[in-house]
């Protein structure tokens, strides 16, 4: 079963060439990892704080089409590569069905409340590979 | 002597009609305040969190002319009304000489780490009235 | 019948003292008037660039209580003052059933693609008194 | 002669683990880009609406260490590849002296106005190969 995030660019987010801009698609993928986690059954604000943490280590976009305000904005993920301190996500998002963005972002994961790295929890693990 | 403060509209910061978005304004004046404090001796990232805190109670915008993309826009920071555990500040924005916004923004004084209102501490008062 | 928006903010839009920075209210009321619209049958990415535009010349925030990380966030939009050219949207907030912020803002009719000033069209105008 | 943009990250785009959160960093190397365009003698207000556009395609980030509140944060700005139609600008970011972020972002050079690609005019050509 896949997962997909629907969501509609704001107003604010759209430049004055008329299509969001870049550093927006950053906030839309950490916007889909947060419902994903949820769906997951480990709902972000209760899971982070208190059983596990990641950070953000690396993040690779690359834009196929543009996306407007106001438009459909479905991202769906998936987890790519899967190590023993660190994994990939991957977000591949369409615009009004037409390709818009792709991202691989890869998180490390930390000790909570800490910057120090640490084995990605075995309930997450096997989350993410299912 | 009156603190200004000048900064360029970014170009994520402009939307589609070719103006700031209006939320932006209050980034602009909380940037603004993080000077205004420093140059009063109060550096924001020690003060705030190991001897004073605030929280924004109250904001006041009145947009009068647009700003865009780089832009100079200069922001004067006074002092309004002085109250026992809060205190306005009045931002006054021009783009390129013209009026832009004036914000007056009502901070209330917390305990550092709470949400608790306090009066505010002599030294931050007695630079803010000077 | 009364309009409410749902949201959720992001991980990105609350700060260091765990709660929603200030200025993202703009945005999400904005958001809110986005669906507002919409649902008086003025679909935003149509209506605003063909037949009508606004201009935001005023905004009145006053901060109630904090919003977290992924709370339930309810915005309440009704329409407030109504003038010739110009009207005034309330948004009422509440995060997790508390109240939390409630935003006046003043929008100006102006025609499309200008920053002049016109008379509220008729269309817009009875929906929003309806 | 090498280019140099400092800024300070504002209070609104640090997150509540204390650091500056990773969708800001495009923003930064946007604005940083902006300022070493103007630095080659192309004002971007003028040189891209009127004279050349640019649209981003691709861009690949790499965290090495955090950024806070108010730090000095220095970025300096090489061009990497240059092709016929596009080129890429490379963003090596340091935090109080210490590696923060590296960005590899591939901008297309379009038809003012349009999503068409177009040669990369041989002024901007020749000001980035210097």
């Given at each position: 079963?896949?997962?997909v995030h629907h969501l509609r660019p704001r107003y604010a987010e759209v430049d004055v060439q008329g299509v969001v801009f870049n550093a927006h698609w950053l906030t839309y993928f950490d916007e889909a990892?947060?419902?994903f986690f949820d769906w997951m059954g480990f709902p972000p604000a209760v899971a982070f704080f208190e059983h596990f943490d990641v950070m953000v280590v690396k993040a690779v976009l690359e834009w196929e089409g543009p996306a407007g305000f106001d438009d459909d904005v479905a991202i769906t993920v998936?987890?790519?590569r899967m190590g023993t301190k660190?994994?990939?996500l991957v977000f591949t998002a369409t615009c009004e069905g037409a390709p818009a963005c792709v991202g691989?972002?890869?998180y490390v994961s930390v000790v909570p409340g800490t910057h120090d790295s640490t084995e990605v929890p075995g309930a997450l693990r096997t989350a993410?590979?299912?």
């Open positions: 079963m896949t997962f990892s947060t419902r998936t987890c790519g660190s994994f990939d691989t972002i890869t993410l590979q299912d």
